[in-house]
């Protein structure tokens, strides 16, 4: 299923729609400054493992997720006065920082070093669902587990035909550029270009 939002001014009681099936364990796909994203509620477990699962990747490679704002960021990650002075300059953007987790980040969504990936997307949906839910969602690209490079479907309807009834809903919120985001390291206060992407550091 569909379900149009306006990107500029998402109606509230169809975010609070969206926000209940995520808290109900629900995967959907939603638009960002960058590509469609699939997602889940960071704290459910079940549903971030049907993700993997939907995905064909290995949980030794975590999907980034998305939160609110800096302070949100905070609450997720262990954030150095210097990370902090970097991701307010490209937040929000399309980027995807790389720092260290906190306990709050499932075991599942961090590396082998216990990092993650964390984005705070210039796209008004996303924000919006993260407040509504209360929690960050992940963020895997929508597109096939065999595609590379830089194509991905770029609108709903893609975004529908391709996962073709395996998510709880697809949010319409127009097309998306269908570009990967730039991936920075910021571990250990020495910023390292992971991907090039959209975001330009």
């Not at 990092?115 to 929690?135: D, F, M, T």
Request: glycine fraction near 8%; proline fraction near 9%; charge should be positive.
């Amino acid at each position: 299923m569909i379900l149009s939002i306006n990107p500029d001014f998402p109606q509230g009681r169809l975010i609070a729609r969206v926000a209940a099936i995520l808290a109900e364990g629900g995967l959907i796909a939603y638009p960002t400054d960058t590509k469609y994203g699939v997602g889940c509620d960071l704290r459910k477990k079940k549903a971030i493992e049907k993700l993997y699962r939907l995905k064909q990747r290995s949980p030794k490679s975590p999907f980034s997720f998305i939160c609110a704002d800096l302070t949100h960021i905070s609450e997720y990650a262990r954030v150095s006065d210097f990370a902090y002075r970097t991701m307010r300059r490209i937040f929000p953007g399309p980027f995807t920082v790389v720092l260290p987790g906190t306990r709050l980040v499932p075991q599942i969504m961090l590396s082998r070093r216990h990092e993650c990936g964390l984005r705070v997307p210039n796209h008004n949906i996303p924000i919006a669902l993260v407040k509504a839910l209360g929690s960050p969602i992940i963020n895997a690209s929508a597109e096939a587990p065999d595609r590379g490079g830089d194509e991905a479907p770029q609108t709903a309807g893609e975004v529908e035909e391709l996962f073709q009834g395996n998510l709880d809903l697809v949010v319409d919120g127009g097309p998306a550029p269908g570009r990967p985001s730039t991936i920075v390291s910021l571990v250990d206060d020495d910023p390292v270009i992971l991907r090039q992407g959209l975001g330009r550091f």
